[in-house]
């Protein structure tokens, strides 16, 4: 899609509403005056290149990229010469006038205002084609791995290596003149130390998943990925063990590390992440049962595995089995998914369209992913830096 449906109908909306008093500047113009430069707030402007499609879209020419600036447009607003650029610290609407101090921040007070109206038409114009444009892959996907990581990686750690608690022992004293005996309270330390542990365990495997859903994702665009077929969209909101098909199928190895993890999911987490109410119900729901004399759980015996029926849930044992699997899955998909793995955790976000998975093949026909990796890296440092 080389532009997006309505941009026409938008531009002429916009020079009759709320950019009506921007204008290309004159050929052969020579600005008079001193310049004012105001740089503008992520509040006035969150997404700064949505400001230069505003312009753009009534006919000014956006140029760009120069030295520590991304682009810039220059405009007239009324009479007066101004300049929007996106330089490297920030945002910054200059405005060159013989007016006084005070009335040029008027001007630029009075553009920054039009500008941020403009933006209801903008986006409104995006969100409209935004489906189709998801769908074909024309999409990069923010690279949230190592923050994910790091949430996964801190509840992992409390798990294994609980804070120590010491046992306490309470003394409650009676009431002055009650004929009782002091009372006493003891809490256990280890069984209050492993009962954290548990806790972290369970937000450490939420925490896996949710960071096993995100790689996966990523891993898409390395992985057969076709924007003529596949809708990224789709794939995003699918279940994670969806996501696991798609990507690594359901033979071998695939399917031997799927139900492990199923197992898992389905003993440890699924019951505090659907209102503590586990698969089956094994120890959650008591049939009152005629001739037993007793209500027994759903489960009947087979409860002695639910997490749900002891007091102390997970032994370290069952704690360290969990994250050796997820440490032999971690193996598994960066020695399977290599190429997906390493770009992952170069921290770059990742791209779906056609031109990218174009020089990834062309990449991959050279024997070359290392420069084509090293190229993007170089690309993204260039431009969080401006160094144009």
């Known amino acids: 899609m080389d532009q997006i449906p309505g941009e026409a109908e938008a531009g002429e909306r916009l020079k009759q509403t709320a950019l009506r008093d921007f204008t290309a500047v004159p050929p052969g113009y020579e600005p008079q005056g001193t310049s004012y430069k105001l740089t503008l707030s992520p509040h006035d402007a969150p997404v700064p290149a949505l400001l230069r499609y505003a312009l753009t879209l009534i006919g000014l020419e956006a140029r760009g990229p120069a030295e520590k600036v991304a682009w810039w447009v220059d405009f007239m607003f009324r009479n007066e010469r101004c300049e929007l650029a996106h330089q490297k610290f920030g945002l910054r609407l200059y405005v060159r006038t013989d007016a006084s101090p005070e009335e040029a921040r008027k001007t630029q007070v009075q553009i920054i205002k039009k500008l941020r109206s403009s933006m209801r038409t903008v986006e409104r114009l995006i969100l409209d084609a935004a489906p189709e444009l998801l769908a074909k892959g024309q999409a990069t996907v923010k690279n949230q791995h190592a923050s994910l990581r790091r949430a996964y990686e801190y509840f992992r750690e409390r798990a294994l290596n609980p804070v120590t608690i010491e046992d306490e022992r309470i003394t409650h ?3 002055e003149g009650a004929l009782l005996q002091p009372l006493f309270t003891f809490r256990d330390g280890k069984i209050q130390m492993q009962m954290n542990a548990f806790h972290d365990m369970i937000a450490a495997i939420s925490a896996y998943i949710s960071l096993l859903e995100h790689d996966l994702v990523l891993a898409l665009a390395f992985s057969n990925f076709n924007p003529d077929n596949d809708d990224l969209t789709a794939v995003i909101g699918s279940r994670w063990g969806e996501k696991f098909d798609r990507l690594r199928g359901k033979e071998g190895d695939a399917a031997h590390y799927r139900q492990r993890l199923t197992d898992v999911v389905e003993r440890w987490r699924n019951p505090y992440s659907h209102g503590g109410f586990e698969k089956g119900h094994g120890a959650t729901i008591y049939l009152h049962t005629p001739g037993v004399g ?14 749900l029926f002891s007091l102390l849930p997970a032994s370290e044992t069952d704690i360290a089995e969990v994250f050796e699997l997820f440490d032999e899955l971690d193996d598994w998909l960066r020695a399977t998914l290599s190429e997906a793995f390493q770009w992952i955790e170069s ?20 024997d070359d992913f290392a420069g ?4 993007f890296e170089y690309r993204q440092a260039t431009i969080d830096n401006m160094d144009y």
């Open 173 to 175: 004293e009676p009431v």
């Open 294 to 307: 007793s209500a027994v759980p759903v489960g009947l015996t087979g409860v002695r595995s639910s997490p």
């Open 347 to 366: 921290d770059l976000n990742v791209r779906f369209d056609e031109q990218f998975l174009s020089l990834l093949a062309l990449a991959r026909q050279e």
């Open 372 to 375: 084509f990796l090293n190229y």
